[in-house]
Structure formats: C-alpha cells, structure tokens
C-alpha cells in the first residue's frame, strides 16, 4: 500500500471484485452464460469483420462502419474478459490497482467510442437516402477512414484524465468492488477525498458523448422520416426505411441498458445491488451478443458473406 499524507488514506494495492452479490458460491456455473457470451461476441463479430475483410463488394460506407462497431464491441469484451473469467472460473477475486484503472480505461474508450460509430451509421443511413445518388461521393473511402481515426483519438482523449483523476484521491480503506470489472461509476464511490472534480469531469463525458451522440442520431432519424415521407411510392418508403432496420436495433441495443444502468446509479440508492449488477451486465453484453444476430439475419450481404464462409470451411474439410 502506498502511504499519503494522512495515516487514514492510501492507494490500495488492489481492489476485490465482488461479482454478483448473493451468488459467490454458485461463480462456476454463472460462469457458463458468460463463457457462452463471449463466444458468441467473439464468433458473430470475428464472423462479420473476416466477411467485410474478405469481400471488395462490402468495402462501402455502410459495412465499414459496421466493422468499427465490431472492433468496439470486440474491444469491450475483451477488456471485462480477464476479471470476468477470472472470478468465476478460477475464484481471482482480486486485481491490482494499477490493472484496474486500466480495465476502467479500455472498458469506457470502447464503449464512447461504440456510441460515436452508432451515430457515423445513422448519418450514413441519412446520407444514403437523402442524396443516394451522390453517396460515394460524399462518403468516401478517405472521410471513412478519418471519421474512424478521430473517433478512436476522441475515445482516448477524452478518457485519459479519468484515471489520473482516480489517483490524485485517497481510498481510506475502501477497496471493494461491486461488480467483476472496473467501471468509474464504481469506483467514484471509493475514494473519501473531494470528488466535485471527477463528477464533473464524468458528466462532461457523458453529456460530450453518449448525450450528444443520442441527441444527433435522433435528429439523424427525424431527417430520415422527413425524407421517406417525401418518397412517392409506398414500395419506395418501405425499401428506404428497410435499410435502417438493423441500425436502429443496434441503437436500442445500446443505449436501452445505457440509460437503465444510468437511472440506478443515480436515482436507485435503494435499489438491489444484485440489480445494479444485471443493469450493469446488461450494457456491457447485451449489445455486442445482438449486434452480430441482428446484422447477421437482417442484412443479406452479411448473411451470404458468412454463409459463403462457412461451405469454404466445410469443402477444406
């Protein structure tokens, strides 16, 4: 432990992950959902990213965001992998400081940087059928790739005060955590400092990204009704508003637990730990596990990409 000024506060060495409170001898077989989970997290994107690799015809606007959301959603869950797993197939209860702040780091640069692909794909969709005629040409393959590197800087940026913020704070003997992975939330809830600086830094992050993010994919999607309403035929409209269908899935997907774990944390003081557990479980997997099932049945290009895929495979063997 690293002594502060005060004899009462320090850095703790580690911090103990409780995982799901009330459940602590049942971890081996809760460890079977997750294990599923993350198999299918890592099949259906590794699945959808090889298919979008492989296929010329897939390098459009549309599939590369795609593929931004998978590496994401992919990034997520690998940085809850090593805790996760951890806890409930091997009983490690325990992860270093140090290891902590980093998971806390990577769990929410993913997660910014998911909400901020989410709405590159619904400008793409309203780009799409507002000016479908000039689509490639506003965007193309460069502006993708831009659009890709400053989500990924902004994610980064954003986050690196957070953990420098967590440190400068001392813990007085407060070192258990209520989930099986970091999450500032979390821990915000640690430290007996001052934290008015830290609070205020978390809101400007929410409200900068997840609360900018929503605001302009709804305003992406009021466009986009705008548009189909003024489409002639009926055959016309349903063909347009097809198109957004799995997007608009993988907005619900998200942003649903987002806002349900958002409310406990605040508002929920009274509320089960066990809940604000599965609230919290819920935002983490539950997009990255419908993602891939969604794009996978309801966009036939993918659909065709995995299925070509899978009789390759079949005829080697």
Not at 110 to 115: H, K
Not at 122 to 139: E, G, K, M, N, Q
Not at 260 to 275: E, K
Request: charged fraction near 10%; charge should be positive.
């Amino acid at each position: 432990m690293k002594n502060s000024n005060s004899s009462l506060s320090f850095l703790p060495a580690s911090f103990i992950l409780v995982g799901i409170p009330g459940l602590e001898t049942e971890h081996i077989w809760i460890s079977i959902p997750f294990c599923l989970m993350y198999l299918i997290i890592f099949l259906g994107n590794g699945s959808i990213l090889h298919v979008i690799r492989k296929d010329a015809a897939l390098h459009q606007p549309m599939y590369l965001f795609l593929a931004m959301l998978a590496v994401a959603e992919v990034g997520v869950s690998v940085s809850t992998l090593p805790t996760v797993l951890g806890m409930f197939l091997f009983g490690n209860s325990e992860i270093h400081f140090e290891a902590c702040l980093l998971q806390m780091f990577s769990i929410h640069s993913f997660s910014i940087m998911e909400s901020a692909v989410l709405l590159a794909m619904s400008v793409d969709r309203f780009v799409a059928i507002h000016s479908p005629l000039r689509y490639t040409t506003i965007l193309t393959l460069p502006r993708i790739f831009c659009t890709g590197a400053i989500i990924g800087l902004k994610s980064i940026v954003l986050m690196t005060p957070l953990p420098l913020l967590l440190r400068r704070l001392p813990f007085c003997g407060h070192n258990a955590l209520s989930h099986s992975y970091c999450l500032h939330p979390n821990l915000i809830h640690l430290p007996c400092g001052d934290i008015s600086i830290n609070n205020i830094y978390g809101l400007f992050i929410v409200i900068s990204t997840f609360g900018l993010d929503s605001l302009l994919i709804v305003v992406s999607y009021g466009l986009i009704l705008h548009t189909v309403l003024g489409i002639a035929t009926g055959e016309g409209r349903k063909k347009a508003l097809n198109t957004c269908g799995s997007h608009v899935c993988a907005v619900l997907a998200y942003y649903v637990p987002m806002i349900g774990l958002s409310m406990v944390h605040r508002f929920g003081r009274h509320v089960s730990p066990l809940l604000q557990v599965m609230m919290a479980n819920a935002y983490l997997f539950f997009p990255p596990v419908i993602n891939p099932i969604v794009y996978s049945i309801k966009t036939k290009e993918i659909r065709r990409g995995i299925a070509r895929m899978l009789s390759e495979k079949r005829s080697r063997v």
